[in-house]
C-alpha cells in the first residue's frame, strides 16, 4: 500500500530529474551547473551549512507536521493490480491426452472438468510434478489415467474441458487522504535559489498525476511559496513551495483465477442429489 513515504519519494524523483535533467554524473541544469542534492527528510545543520559553503543546493522534501485534510472518501470497487501469469501453454487435446509445453510460474495451476461431473485443480513445482498430482487425483474416478512429462491422459466418457488458472494481485482502496508536502529550496545564492524553484515548480506541475508503486494514484496540486532571505548574511537562501497530496491507502491481496463453477449439492447424508453446470 502507498503512504506519505511513497509520495515523497516520487516528489524526489521529479525534483531530482529537472535539476539533473541528464543524470547526477553531468553537470545540473542550474547556473554554472552549480551542485545540488535532492532528498527526503529534513537537512542537518552541519551538512546543510557545508553543502552551502560548497557552492552546494539542498533541495528537500519534507511533509507538513498536522497538515493533514479530510478528503472525501469514494467506495472504489476491487480492481487488477498485478495480472496473472502464466507460464504453462496447452498445446492440444487429442482423443484423452492432453498435451502442454513450458514450466508453471509460482502458483499456477490446471483445472481438468471430466465429464461435468469430476473437478480436478492442482498446482506444481515443475510440469511433470503437475500432471502427476492431476492423474493422481483422476485415478479416483478414471483408474487407468496416467501422466507423463508433457502429457495427462484421462478416459473420459464424453467431455473434457482443461482450464488454466494462477494468482495474481488485487487492491481495493480503503482510505483516501491529503497531506502538505513542502520542497524546500537552500541554495547559496538567490540566482541559484530562483533557478531551482523554477524548474522544481515547473516539473511538479507537469506531473500533476503520480503513480505508486502499488498502481493507486497520487493528485498534487499546487497551494503556495515562501521565500525567506532571514539569514542571508550566513549564505543562506531559502524558498518553500507547498503542495497538497491527495493519495490513496490501498489493501492488497492474492486474486485467483476462476477455472471453474460446477458445483455438486448433496443431502445431509452426503450422498449427491443434483449437479448444476454453469
Known amino acids: 500500500m502507498a503512504d506519505i513515504t511513497d509520495v515523497e519519494a516520487a516528489i524526489v524523483t521529479i525534483v531530482g530529474n529537472a535539476i539533473y535533467p541528464n543524470g547526477t554524473s553531468q553537470p545540473s541544469a542550474l547556473p554554472g551547473g552549480a551542485a545540488a542534492n535532492v532528498s527526503r527528510g529534513w537537512p542537518l545543520p552541519a551538512c546543510l551549512d557545508a553543502d552551502l559553503a560548497a557552492g552546494k543546493a539542498e533541495i528537500t522534501i519534507f511533509p507538513l ?33 492432453i498435451t502442454v509445453s513450458g514450466q508453471p510460474q509460482t502458483g499456477e495451476y490446471l483445472t481438468i472438468e471430466a465429464d461435468g461431473a469430476h473437478i480436478y485443480s492442482q498446482t506444481g513445482a515443475t510440469t511433470t510434478a503437475l500432471l502427476a498430482a492431476l ?4 485415478q479416483a474416478d478414471y ?6 512429462a508433457t502429457t495427462l491422459t484421462i478416459p473420459y466418457g464424453h467431455s473434457l474441458i482443461v482450464r488454466q488458472g494462477a494468482i495474481g494481485t488485487l487492491g481495493n482502496v480503503t ?4 497531506h502538505s508536502i513542502m520542497v524546500c529550496i537552500w541554495a547559496p545564492s538567490d540566482e541559484i ?4 524553484a523554477k524548474l522544481a515548480d515547473s516539473a511538479l506541475k507537469k506531473n500533476i498525476k503520480l503513480t505508486m508503486p502499488d498502481t493507486s494514484q497520487c493528485i498534487l496540486r499546487y497551494m ?4 525567506s532571505d532571514q539569514q542571508e548574511k550566513a549564505g543562506l537562501y531559502r524558498r518553500d513551495l507547498i503542495y497538497d497530496a491527495e493519495f490513496a491507502t490501498v489493501d492488497l491481496f492474492p486474486g485467483y483465477v476462476v477455472t471453474s ?3 455438486r449439492i448433496t443431502d445431509p447424508t452426503n450422498t449427491a442429489i443434483a449437479t448444476a453446470i454453469a
Open 65 to 97: 507536521g498536522g497538515a493533514s485534510i479530510h478528503t472525501y472518501q469514494i467506495q472504489d470497487e476491487t480492481y487488477v493490480v498485478t495480472p496473472p501469469t502464466y507460464g504453462l501453454t496447452i498445446v492440444s487435446i487429442v482423443g484423452n491426452v
Open 135 to 138: 492423474a493422481t487425483a483422476a
Open 143 to 148: 483408474p487407468s489415467a496416467t501422466s507423463d
Open 175 to 178: 482510505w483516501r487522504q491529503r
Open 193 to 196: 535559489r530562483t533557478a531551482a
Open 224 to 227: 503556495r511559496t515562501t521565500s
Open 261 to 263: 463453477v460446477t458445483v
